[in-house]
């Protein structure tokens, strides 16, 4: 009997452990939409904390979900991923956003220098600053 | 005094149009492929910077390492955090010549391109076959190459060996266009 027992309590044991191991295998990726912004930004601001500081502006916006305004200076889509260019003071750079499949869909009701809020992930700067998975609000 | 205006205004055309030699794109593809026993991973950038400067013939690459999105979050999160620590090395980059750029035409043609690639912070020289095409506004590159993890110092734990391949396989795709402002 206690035998028994003991062979139970450890299939119970693989059985839970294989469950939590495949559901952190098959963890989901964030879900823009339901989450609420980290940081609250002008396109401008977001821009000039880059282009003055990258190393700090890194810290502190890297992979954190950010909410831009900024006015739309280009709408296109590519690879079959929709993304709109924000307009900044800066001479060179922008603010890139590359929309989610949901939001690409939408992207034909926008219009160049509508003044719009995009929520997204911000992977970082290169010319412009790079906002993933964008939703458009 | 007027003809002389004219002729400076027309010098001045010329070397506008002229100076138009560089040719960018900010949405450049990358893909990695990591074909192992127990899975095969892939991941995609679709926010490279690439620059091609025709008056030198020099060719520069500038990849976000947080801009590769992979199909699982378990996946992502631990490229960026174990493999190559983008806190630390945020950036990616390729410097290098384009070999024979003169024979760049609207044919598409394979080329060599060689250069300095760094990722994880390791810089290694290392010299890629290359498609190009040239029409009269895009230069348009792709081709594929395979790097491999050691070379860039990147550690896989033994757990996970039969996850990840040692040899990555990179896949790359960029049109450029004229640069214009």
């Avoid at chain 2, 630390?88 to 390729?94: D, E, L, Q, S």
């Amino acid at each position: 009997m206690k035998f028994k027992k003991i062979i139970l309590g450890i299939l119970v044991v693989g059985i839970v452990g294989a469950f939590v191991a495949y559901k952190i295998y098959n963890k989901p990726h964030l879900d823009i939409t339901e989450a609420s912004a980290d940081i609250t930004i002008s396109a401008n601001n977001l821009m000039q904390d880059f282009s003055s500081d990258e190393n700090t502006a890194n810290t502190k916006y890297l992979d954190k979900i950010i909410q831009v305004k900024g006015v739309i200076s280009e709408t296109k889509i590519e690879n079959e991923i929709g993304i709109i260019t924000l307009k900044t003071n800066d001479n060179f750079g922008s603010i890139l956003c590359h929309l989610s499949k949901e939001a690409t869909k939408k992207i034909n009701t926008l219009k160049e220098g509508q003044t719009i809020t995009v929520k997204g992930i911000c992977t970082g700067y290169l010319m412009d600053v790079i906002l993933v998975k964008a939703e458009i609000i | 005094m007027k003809p002389i205006f004219t002729l400076i205004c027309c010098f001045l055309l010329i070397t506008i149009s002229n100076s138009q030699e560089r040719y960018l794109t900010k949405n450049g593809a990358i893909n990695f492929f990591s074909k192992a026993p127990m899975e095969d991973i892939t991941a995609d950038n679709n926010q490279v910077l690439s620059i091609v400067d025709a008056t030198n013939n020099k060719m520069a690459i500038s990849i976000l390492m947080k801009s590769f999105l992979f199909e699982k979050a378990l996946m992502q999160e631990h490229f960026n955090e174990n493999y190559v620590e983008s806190d630390k090395f945020p950036k990616a980059t390729f410097k290098g010549t384009i070999l024979n750029f003169d024979a760049i035409n609207e044919v598409a043609s394979k080329q060599q391109v060689k250069g300095i690639l760094t990722i994880h912070g390791v810089e290694k020289e290392i010299t890629i076959d290359a498609n190009f095409t040239k029409t009269v506004d895009s230069i348009l590159v792709d081709g594929d190459f395979v790097i491999n993890l050691e070379d860039f110092e990147v550690e896989i734990p033994a757990v996970v060996a039969k996850n990840i391949a040692k040899n990555i396989k990179v896949s790359f795709k960029f049109n450029h266009k004229p640069y214009k402002k």
